[in-house]
């Protein structure tokens, strides 16, 4: 599935129905905590990941698919998507936090890979918000080839 928007006036929409959405209907809330699960890791805001990446004291997790890491993806991040991260974890380090984000605020993705390197001993937190919020904030994009993971 090719997941992109047609462009920022369509993602700017996105996000501004999800906010009405979330005023207006009590429902919205529940829906979301019974569809993403408990939140395990809590999360990272946006301000926070730019001063921990910089200073080198964070691992960013990409766990979409690999097209949409290549079409844009937070600079310095890595890719595993969250389909492979099972098979793939021993490249993640052990020691290091990593900060997960995928598609969206309301992406079960980064939900799934931080539940999921929690079990397995790793420190996981998600990023709040994702890919659409991370570029509607006018923040660093990079595009193209997969950045490997540290080495261990």
């Given at each position: 599935?090719?997941?992109?928007l047609?462009?920022?006036?369509?993602?700017r929409?996105?996000?501004?129905?999800?906010?009405?959405?979330?005023?207006?209907q009590?429902?919205?809330?529940?829906?979301?905590e019974?569809?993403l699960?408990?939140?395990?890791?809590?999360?990272?805001?946006?301000?926070?990941?730019?001063?921990?990446?910089?200073?080198?004291?964070?691992?960013?997790l990409d766990?979409?698919p690999?097209?949409?890491?290549?079409?844009?993806?937070i600079?310095g991040?890595i890719?595993?998507?969250v389909?492979?991260?099972?098979?793939?974890?021993?490249?993640?380090?052990?020691?290091?936090?990593?900060?997960?984000?995928?598609?969206?605020?309301?992406c079960?993705?980064?939900?799934?890979a931080?539940r999921?390197?929690?079990?397995r001993?790793?420190?996981?937190i998600?990023?709040?918000g994702?890919?659409?919020?991370?570029r509607?904030?006018?923040l660093?994009?990079?595009?193209?080839?997969?950045?490997?993971?540290?080495?261990?």
């Amino acid at each position: 599935m090719d997941y992109r928007l047609a462009g920022e006036d369509v993602a700017r929409l996105f996000a501004l129905l999800r906010k009405v959405a979330e005023a207006h209907q009590a429902a919205v809330a529940p829906a979301r905590e019974a569809f993403l699960g408990k939140d395990e890791g809590g999360e990272l805001s946006r301000e926070e990941l730019l001063e921990r990446a910089a200073a080198g004291d964070v691992v960013v997790l990409d766990v979409r698919p690999v097209a949409e890491y290549l079409a844009g993806h937070i600079p310095g991040a890595i890719s595993i998507p969250v389909g492979e991260l099972a098979e793939r974890i021993e490249e993640l380090p052990e020691e290091t936090d990593i900060v997960v984000y995928c598609r969206s605020e309301y992406c079960v993705l980064a939900y799934d890979a931080v539940r999921l390197l929690t079990k397995r001993g790793r420190r996981a937190i998600r990023l709040h918000g994702g890919m659409l919020e991370w570029r509607l904030a006018d923040l660093p994009v990079d595009a193209g080839a997969s950045t490997r993971p540290p080495a261990c």
